[in-house]
DNA sequence: CTTCCACGGGAACACTGGGGTG
DNA sequence: CACCCCAGTGTTCCCGTGGAAG
């Protein structure tokens, strides 16, 4: 009986223990604003400098704020637009600062939609013409005197499909009486202004903000800042950080990064029920990382992409070459789709479709020329195999593949 | 210099999901 | 209700082009 006690006591102690390393976990999240932004004050007050006019009832100069991924750009933005709405109630100044995310919102539409409700118009998801939109949208604005500043995560998604979105916000001043607008663009591309308008180009790039990637050391900082709130007392080996600071640091400075494999860390280790958080979970975690986010991306892919997807990694399991071309990849791809009665697209369709699994960090695909054998891309897995093909299968629609056959030779590819 | 193959830009088209109007 | 208008998206069609092997 003594034995079965004490295998109580353990569960118990299992538990207990399981619940000794977090305090509390969503500070590590990046959807988090912390009070403080280490190794960002310069930054911080480049901005709240442009932006402190608004508190005198003027017009800011537009910002464009450039950085990679992960150096803080919309932590800045977001937190010095929090205090700055701040000062304007004290004051009382009406300043409104809108956050939008182009990546969701993209087209000139939904913007000008997306800011007519902030200022509580109604306009439907869709079917107005674009020009009743702004004028909403301008007379929502213009009720009231007060400065907007509409922060633009992501701008250079916008740029592609809807530059006269920024040609018109940018000139909306023009047509307001009361109100005031300004704009924050954020974008992780330096170059994306080549592809603009040159008036938008002028207007939105009065004052340039450039953030610098974090090194390791500023990584370890921010990391100790937050995991003073987020881990409960020396639960962290003292490897773990600056572990963690170094390879984010490797992905050129990316702060993200960090915290996610932080978390992560803690969570493997959390889950193993241990007491400490070592460097072997940390490694766990860059690897969980990786292999989660190719799951996630392949597991959301519309089916014609997984298809092209499962005939390059098919012919790369076939293993004679490394690396295959759109022919031969195109060829399998058109197989598959008699196979499980699905629509046949062309290969003009086929070769986008292998490029934005290229920009996914899926595949890797380089144009290169065979000289009197033509232009071709070679494209080649930059992921692993098993994983992505596991979650490839998971799609009901691919099951009939499972026992696909990739031809292994060029004779057999003709045949078709 | 020619030749070859697919790349990739651009126009055109079809279709969708919504709105307003008579 | 039927009908047309609109933005947005995914696709096909057409075609000029790159660049090393032959």
Known sequence: MTGTESF??????????????????????????????????????????????????????????YGKTGTGKTAVAKYVGKELEKSGDLRGVQCKVIYINCEVIDTQYRLLAHIAR??????????????????????????????????????????????????????????????????????????????????????????????????ANQIRDILMQRAEMAFKKSVLEEMVIPLCAAFAAQEHGDARRALDLLRVSGEIAERAKASVVGERHVRQAQEKIEIDRVVEVVRTLPTQSKLVLLSVLLLNNGADTESLTTGEAYHVYRQMCREIGAEVLTQRRITDLISELDMLGILNAVVVSKGRYGRTKEISMSVPLESTKSALFEDYRLKPLVDFRAPQTAMQMKLY
Request: hydrophobic share 35%; charged share 30%.
């Open 118 to 215: 902030h200022f509580d118009k109604d306009v439907p998801m869709t079917g107005w013409p674009t020009d009743q939109v702004y004028s909403e949208f301008r007379d929502s604005l213009d009720r009231e005197k007060r400065v907007a500043i509409v922060v633009l995560d992501e701008i250079d998604k916008l740029v592609r499909k809807g530059d006269d979105a920024l040609y018109n916000l940018s000139r909306v001043n023009t047509d307001l009486k009361k109100a005031r607008l300004s704009l924050i663009g954020i974008s992780n591309d330096l170059k994306f202004t080549e592809f603009l308008d040159p008036r938008v180009k002028s207007s939105l790039g009065e004052e340039e903000l450039v953030f610098p990637p974090y090194d």
């Open 8 to 65: 109580q006591v353990g569960i118990f102690e299992n538990l207990m223990s399981s619940q000794q390393i977090f305090e509390n976990r969503e500070v590590l999240r990046h959807t988090y604003t912390p009070d403080y932004l280490p190794h960002r004050s310069e930054q911080i007050n480049s901005l709240a400098t442009v932006l402190v006019s608004a508190l005198r009832g003027d017009t800011p100069s537009n910002v464009l704020i």
